[in-house]
């Protein structure tokens, strides 16, 4: 039976009892290895089937999400909580679904390549391990998994939807000496090159980061790689969310739409349409058909991302971007700029260039003040070369601060997805001014 | 699940490990007061993990037929061959002896029993408790989650492991936001615990609120800059059992100090030769308890069928023992204590903690601070992080306090702690008699788990540390 038959059977089991009901079916099936020290720590392989119901009734707001494609369970859950929720008062995030724009969607966007290599992924790791070898690394560690995934949506409101992706993630990270880089990749298709890439890059990188270079905590002009703007976009990304604003998780509540947030050059995109950002969907939870939209343009806030009910409450319309309860991302693209990434450096001229971070706390999200932990190549860089690594520094800043001094942007940009970033980003390098940086003092 | 084994083992897996789990809960979101949503999760399956030729493989399946358990084994051998074939080294399973139990975490009052109308009622007083409790500054959000979550498992290994249990949870989180002229200050408070209903009163969260809001409007409105110089800091417990859960339990994860977690979680500035190695002053002892009746982190055997104990991770000061599951113990010829834990039926064991927490001391609060002529007291904290290595790590006070001569006086806003993990156990001088523990979600492993923690620790005091205030 296809994602969207059992959606279908589904939504019959549960929409008499609710005023109106959505069905999400996605069956999974996943090839992940682990690799520890250039070898398999473990290889795993998944078949799973997980469903997602949203109902309404009366204005309030249910959403099971049951690890089954069994019927007869998720009508029992139904009905379980039915007895629950008559008792609630109406949800101010309620909104009736909304009437489909297109009726049915299907689309079918799976790569062969991905397939094949799920049954034995090794030859993909050993040709990024070679290329880790190849520039001199000693040692790596990441993760590959190649995945094929189905996703079917009803809803009683009309719509019925299903469509058929295939993902690769992959990232490694490479020791040299002292010295380490990590790098990643996220696509939509097997991608050997990006793959061998990722392999040269976390090798280079640590090659690059072997010598100790020292410095003095204070204020120093950035340059982040797309590992790192790819983590703090997602936290931007997930703070566009119109909930998050109501929630008190997002400094994004002090703006209007139209206010500048960031500095002219810097561009945010949730682009749901992308061929070949593996996040991307062709409709969305409540069956609104996605579009690509600019989250930012120019560092204006042009919208925050929308559900139905979420869009209702501000007299809007959905971006879609449901989330039943909570708007998401579903891909995100910085804009590039037009310095050559191997300028970056030259154009610093005197600052610290930050290849990889992890740890991002906020320590106020109203005001968007965070500090994030590098941890593979904080390079130091004296008139326009490289000269060492700091090893591992903290930058203090706030969200705003950091996105009106976004100055420089490169050309070249990647498309990341790894631990720390799980909304699949594609960022250019960035080269920010005046940013703190801290360490303990011994 | 005894066939699976029984045939996993005929196909030449020198270990199998077959694990059936469900999990179940219910979660109430609100906001200012009133309910945004109510939502019910769960799902049951089996997961399986194989070792064979040298190469662990795992597989899991939510569909319970029995073809379907065959297909998840047939997958399970071959990631496990796939395994094999890309290791040089070949790994194994220590040598265990093994239990068969069956146990439950106590419920007082049973959690299906707490009734949407009261957790309604009872998260309506917190707020206005909060509210109530402002003099000036205005509550904006005040956002309120409870879950409930029973967790029943079935494990059987090749090697004779047969436990059953059944882990009932509840846990709470509260973000609130106060304001005036221009002003912020965010709270993030959880809550949480092994057993039933009972929780909820035991954890009297409307007087957490009313205390938590009066206290933080006046470090918000009258706090001061922090001092910028090195002083005598005594920190509460909440920053207390944070610490021992980043800077204790974390590097002391054996699959960190062996590596195995590198391009996710990290690596530890343990490394094997340093286990005996003196890493602070003979007040830190630092150990991790599964078997705390009511902890979050409670469970009795870990997913591998090992007894679970306290272990020492630090033991005055000295590098003790680091968590293990029979991997890692394989791999150091030593024995697993029991810290292997999977956060579902999809999930691989990975070695865990559990409720990790600084051994209290006989002072009291009072004793701790009163010879300090001129020092700073945080109470708790908003932000935090530390470095791959857990080596390099930074608190952010949110309830601070100047210390003059021997007592707590004005309110201090933002004070920026940057501590090594050498000179936090280092520079430890002091601890009270007052041991509390508090939840959370400890994140690793790729797919990510996220699993139920207990954290904590009595207050202490730290000499000569440097304090700075936040920069913009």
Redo the contacts between chains.
Sequence with gaps: MSALEIASKLLEAVRTSWQDAASMVIERER???????G????????????SYLRLGLDG??????????DPGKIAD?AG??WR??R???P???YSPLPQPTVQRMVGKAGDQGVKEFM????PL??EALDEVAREGGE?A???LSLELYRRGLATTAGFEGEEERTLLAF???A?AGEGSG?WSLGSTRLDRDGIREVGRRAGEIAIMSRKPADFSPGKFDVVLSPMVMGNLMNILALMSSALAT????SFLSKYKVGDAVGSQSFSLYDRPRDQELPGGALFDDEGVETVDKAIFEGGKLLTLLHNTATASRNGGKSTGNAGW?MPRAWNLDVLPGDVKEEEMAEILRNGIIIMNN??????????G?????S?DGALLVKDGEIVGNLG?V?L???LP?MLSSIEQLSRERSNILW?EVEIPTRSPFALIRGV?L????? | MLGLIDEGSRRGAAYVEVRYQADSG?AI?M?NG????????????VGIRILLDG?????????LNKSSLR??LE??L???R??G?????KTGMSDERVGKASYEALQKRRIDDLS??LL?ERARDAEKNARDALKEARL??F?FSLSSHVQEKLLLTSDGAKIQSRIPRLYASI???L?DSGR???RWREFGGSGGAELLDEWKIEEEMREEASNLEVVMLRGISPPNEKLDLVLGQEIVGLAMHESSGHPMEADRIL??E???A?ESFVKPERIGEKIGSALATVIDDPTIPGSMGFYLYDDEGIPARAKHLYREGVIWEPLMNREMAFMVGRKSNGSARAM???S?PLVRMSNTYLEPGTMSFEELIEDIYFGLYVKSY????????R????Y?GLESYIIRNGEINEPVR?PVI???TG?FYGKLVGKDKNLKFFPGTCGKG???QGIPVWFGGPNVRLRNV?V?A???
């Design positions: 090839t992940l290895v682990k690799i520890w020290n070898e398999a720590a473990v290889v795993q392989k998944w078949k799973t089937v997980d309030r707001l249910v959403v099971l999400e049951l690890s089954t494609s859950e379980s909580i629950i929720a008792r609630l008062e949800s101010e995030i049954e034995d992924p090794s790791v050993e040692r560690s990441g993760t990232h490694l990270r020791f990590h109501m929630m008190g998780y309860v992890w740890y991002t706390r906020l320590q106020n999200y109203v005001e003040q965070f500090s994030t932990v941890r591992r903290r203090s800043t706030s601060r631990w703190n801290t360490r303990p003092e011994v | 219910k979101m906001r009133r309910v945004l949503s109510l939502s019910s999760f769960g799902g049951e399956g190469g662990i493989g795992f597989s899991s399946t939510n569909s297909e998840a997958r399970a071959s990631a496990a796939v395994a074939r890309l290791k040089r080294r949407v109308d309604v904006s959000v956002a973000n609130f936001v304001e912020t200050l965010q590596g195995r590198a391009a996710q990290g579902n039926y999809a691989e908003m932000e935090w992080n530390i470095d791959d290595i080596w390099n790590q930074r952010v933002n940057e501590i090594t000179d790729e797919p990510h440097s700075r936040l920069g913009d």
